[in-house]
């Protein structure tokens, strides 16, 4: 039997999981492609924007979770595009040939258009992103303190986030507890707790995808914590001084984007069927169209053969998805028939500040205390490698005994340095 | 003895107890004249806003007050202005003279100049502003209900409070309850919990009478009940469609007003020392400057000889200085000296929906449910007249155990109308 090439473009929780189905495994080579040299785990990047944890403690180098793997190699590189008639995947500094190609490249917010607000307005996808949320954010109360004119210590504490999926909750949540408890002593001439805390949604109702039962109570937990929240808030300008809603203007020095998603750059120059969001339509095994050998998977796909709708982009759909493409590519490689992907809902969970969360498992519905607990098992167990279990754990119970946050620094880098250049020339034999 | 001639413009808490303390004493005769013909238990006016009393329950008929006392006749007039040099209090039916001017009429609300915005924001100083403004507050959810466009929902689902004074933090306050908790299952279209509740003050913090921690402590409590503080925050227009806060715009069809106080019009015509909100400029004993015959009490007047600054606009001082006059009346009267008026200071009070309130009595701060018993027991003992006290007990009683509100009535009277029409010619002889 031939010894097939599988590539994998990303390694998030989709390509992460077809590399350890294929690993060790005979007649296949795997090489998986990430511009970046470590694996993210994307759940817990708003405590590390918000200053609860360190960026090393939630991310992994890809390299040494394979060290005993011989049958894969990891290339830090940035893909340009994908020659299909070839089967070649272009990167910056050469070409991949591949029987199997598996795309699981993500997703980035989306300005709706307006890229120029990204400057003012940060999202929140990698570690530099949170790092730029963190140096902001802890900036603002900064300014605040040395200012005196009361118009622009306002302005310094107001906090816009926009978007009321988990992450715009979560961000928004760790801002009011952050400036109601955490800083709340912590400066002489401004009180921390006057912060004004705005969650901006454009549906009538934030975290869509949840019960509305358990929205209603996540908002009274925002609340609690000092956010307010706008539904049916369409954001229209955002600038340097503040956020424009429809006619509504808010000034501050601080907004955070979480709303949105588009595809990664890549779909687009891929001739493929794309939902409204940009995100690739599959077959039900997760395979393009007429194109067997390439499976997109992850945020980047749009499946919609399990309930309808496009399942959302979180991290069990991405990890099922990339075990079962690992196990298609073995079981064609053995002469059997794929199987289509059967999605084994997982539930859903958010969390809003130190000591409460929601929990959506099927009928089961939960809140408060208890859901935190388990968000904070779940999160814990799923986190890769023990050594950074065994730090977060350390480093929760100190920060939820004593109220006080650990990597409360201030790291002063221009954010869009990091960020990869994009490419002027597009992607090329798409 | 001649019998002198008392006439007392106001029946507030001030007029009250100076009628109260010369209420069957020989010697002088008494003339109250109020343009109503109740007394107004203001402290809970915007519990009747809020739709959880009703406005008999928490107002009183001067005439009843005092109809076993032979020396007091009261007149139902509006006063016009005062003949200092012929010792006459002109009204709209005839003319007063009087040995002893005691004037104790009140304060309303100020616009900073702009009038126009009263239209677009009642105050709360009359049953008949009360009413309006649980209307308004009323009729917003129910237009919300019907409105299918969901920005138009939105703004009649915005409510903003201008004025972070006891007022304005207890109108925010039960806003936020009622959206929160007494409405929040009655509505099929409409989330109530969704509503935006904002408390604008102009200052650095709200309530600045109060110790900063206790203040600090409401804007907590506020928030569990989904207001929105936002401090040093002017307002700079309003207008049908919402306010305008310096350069920040809020769409909202309800706005309600409790900032600033300016004198009665009176005032303005007399010929005497203001302080910068137009109170008029008293000695210790609570005399005019040079018109050792007139007093002026309660709001109306600027006391400073207690601390250096002006006593603020409250029922105990005002009550305090209703007793004081009559005694130096009854005094001088008896040829014996008068006594400066000497503040005792009971203390302050206001109440965070239906459960918590701040208390602040010299070093002793409460906060919570205990400090919300006593404002409750205190305010229930001096509401005049037994049979109120029990009416509101038991509403009360009724309101916290059902979460209902007893008065949720909207009577669409144009509250304008019920407002006298201020005279065209100024006052004369003044």
């Not at 795997?30 to 040299?37: C, Q």
């Not at 049916?232 to 984007?257: A, K, Y």
């Not at 982009?313 to 991405?318: E, L, R, S």
Request: with cysteine; hydrophobic share 40%; glycine share 10%.
């Amino acid at each position: 039997m031939d010894t097939k090439q599988v590539v994998i473009v990303g390694g998030g929780f989709a390509g992460l999981n077809v590399a350890k189905g294929l690993a060790n495994k005979s007649g296949v080579e795997v090489t998986l492609i990430d511009r970046r040299n470590y694996h993210l785990f994307q759940p817990l990047l708003y405590q590390v924007a918000m200053a609860s944890l360190s960026p090393a403690e939630i991310a992994q180098p890809i390299r040494g979770l394979f060290g005993g793997s011989r049958n894969i190699r990891v290339i830090q590189s940035e893909v340009t595009g994908v020659d299909q008639e070839g089967k070649k995947v272009n990167t910056d500094h050469g070409d991949y040939p591949y029987d199997y190609l598996v795309l699981a490249c993500g997703v980035q917010h989306s300005y709706f258009g307006h890229e120029e607000w990204e400057a003012f307005a940060p999202g929140l996808k990698t570690i530099e992103q949170a790092t730029e949320i963190r140096r902001r954010v802890l900036t603002a109360f900064e300014m605040a303190e040395k200012e005196k004119d009361r118009q622009a210590q306002k302005k310094h504490l107001t906090f816009v986030v926009v978007g009321g999926g988990p992450t715009g909750v979560e961000l928004a949540g760790a801002i009011g507890e952050m400036s109601r408890y955490t800083l709340a002593e912590d400066f002489w001439h401004i009180d921390p707790k006057l912060a004004r805390v705005i969650l901006i949604e454009a549906g009538p109702r934030i975290l869509p995808s949840f019960d509305p039962k358990l929205a209603s109570r996540v908002a009274r937990d925002l609340e609690g914590l000092g956010v307010q929240v706008w539904t049916s808030s369409l954001v229209t300008g955002v600038d340097v001084d503040g956020v424009d809603v429809g006619e509504e203007r808010i000034l501050c020095s601080t907004v955070l984007w979480g709303a949105g998603v588009q595809a990664s750059r890549l779909n687009k120059a891929l001739e493929v069927v794309r939902d409204p969001q940009g995100r690739i339509v599959v077959e039900p095994d997760l395979s393009l169209p007429g194109k067997t050998e390439i499976f997109v998977i992850g945020d980047q796909a749009s499946f919609s053969h399990y309930d309808g709708k496009p399942l959302p982009g979180m991290a069990p759909v991405a990890m099922q998805e990339g075990r079962k493409t690992a196990k298609n590519i073995l079981a064609e490689l053995a002469g059997k028939p794929r199987q289509p992907f059967n999605y084994l809902d997982k539930g859903q969970m958010a969390t809003i500040g130190k000591s409460r969360a929601i929990v959506e498992y099927g009928p089961i519905k939960l809140t408060g205390f208890f859901a935190w607990v388990l968000w904070l098992v779940i999160h814990i167990y799923y986190l890769l490698g023990f050594k950074n279990r065994l730090f977060v754990m350390v480093q929760w119970a100190w920060a939820y005994l004593s109220q006080a946050r650990g990597a409360r620094l201030i790291v002063s880098k221009e954010w869009r340095f990091y960020q990869p250049k994009p490419k002027k020339e597009e992607p090329k034999n798409l």
